[in-house]
């Protein structure tokens, strides 16, 4: 296997930004390409086998883009960057790093962060119905809320309804203290988070007053029809099927809904059917609905939180094995 060199320059204004600070960055990339990187007075230089030297380059052009652009690089970044050096898809990081949905409140833009995204985010853009399906952390809810507060701003809907099962999906909040709206708060309350923080609490209040922006339990919609609006039902595994049909047929012209649900955390009674789990089969072979599954791959958050996902998902897998294999010999079938 032959041993290359090559070198990179990195402005003196990024250096830091791409190699993390104490080049925590760079150690990572480091051990993951198994490369050995030296970096002085704006040079970096990389020596090993050619593929893994090919692999490194990319990554850190790529971060050193970003950083022009004036993103500050976390480690998400640069597992994503590695991630893709693997791929063909390597440069794709740049071009998702261009799609900014909107800004929030401080200026901060809200984009999507990895390929998964990014099509979920296209996927909202043409279809009429959009179901986002993933782990905690992907996103799923926040990008929605991005695009519809985007497509308001812009005038192409009148108002945003906003909605989720209040609680275990029976929405059962008499046992509850408090009057209904004290009651409901708390299980919408990522709903309202996501709001404040890309529209500020004044302009959502002022809207809110207004009747433009609603955010109410699942169980609002029913007789409704929902014209000029865009709709995000949020939590949806906790629907019943029946809530589901009702919510789906509460739309009206002029109206996008988006969907989004983790399949792997149910909070309905053991057996109890999902209306997500439905919905993902009778509606598959419907023209304008799309589906997007976003991976632990995709979750943004702390990356410790994509590696508990990820080690759920190998659990889940493994678990599930042994199970069927007990259903099969329980029906007296061989295993």
Do not use: W
């Not at 409140?105 to 990895?114: D, F, L, N, S, Y």
């Not at 809904?257 to 309905?268: A, H, M, N």
Request: charged letters at 25%; hydrophobic letters at 35%.
């Amino acid at each position: 296997m032959s041993v290359i060199e090559t070198m990179i320059d990195i402005p003196a204004e990024h250096e830091r930004n791409v190699c993390g600070q104490f080049d925590v960055y760079l150690k990572k990339i480091e051990r993951t390409l198994h490369v050995t990187i030296l970096a002085r007075d704006g040079q970096i230089k990389l020596i090993g086998p050619d593929q893994a030297v090919r692999q490194a380059k990319s990554v850190f052009n790529n971060l050193a883009e970003l950083s022009k652009r004036g993103n500050t690089i976390t480690e998400q970044n640069v597992d994503y960057a590695l991630s893709l050096s693997f791929t063909e898809n390597d440069g794709q990081i740049l071009e998702i790093d261009k799609d900014i949905i909107c800004r929030t409140i401080t200026g901060k833009p809200v984009k999507p962060k990895t390929l998964g995204q990014k099509q979920y985010v296209d996927a909202i853009r043409k279809k009429m119905i959009v179901f986002g399906i993933g782990p905690a952390g992907t996103g799923k809810t926040y990008l929605a809320m991005a695009m519809a507060i985007q497509a308001f701003k812009n005038g192409e809907v009148g108002r945003i309804i906003l909605t989720r099962p209040a609680i275990e999906a029976g929405e059962k909040l008499g046992f509850l203290p408090g009057d209904l709206q004290s009651k409901i708060d708390p299980y919408l309350r990522p709903l309202y988070d996501a709001l404040y923080q890309i529209m500020g609490a004044e302009s959502y209040l002022h809207n809110s007053e207004k009747g433009l922006i609603e955010v109410a339990p699942l169980a609002y919609m029913r007789g409704r029809t929902l014209d000029n609006a865009y709709i995000i039902l949020d939590e949806a595994q906790n629907t019943t099927p029946a809530q589901m049909k009702m919510f789906l047929t509460r739309i009206g012209f002029g109206s996008k809904v988006i969907v989004t649900g983790d399949q792997t955390q149910k909070d309905l009674p053991s057996g109890a059917a999902s209306g997500l789990d439905t919905a993902l089969k009778v509606l598959k072979k419907i023209d304008d609905i799309g589906f997007c599954y976003l991976t632990s791959s995709d979750v943004v958050r702390h990356p410790l939180v994509q590696k508990i996902v990820q080690a759920y998902d190998d659990y889940e897998k493994k678990s599930a094995k042994p199970s069927s294999i007990r259903a099969g010999r329980q029906k007296g079938t061989r295993p």
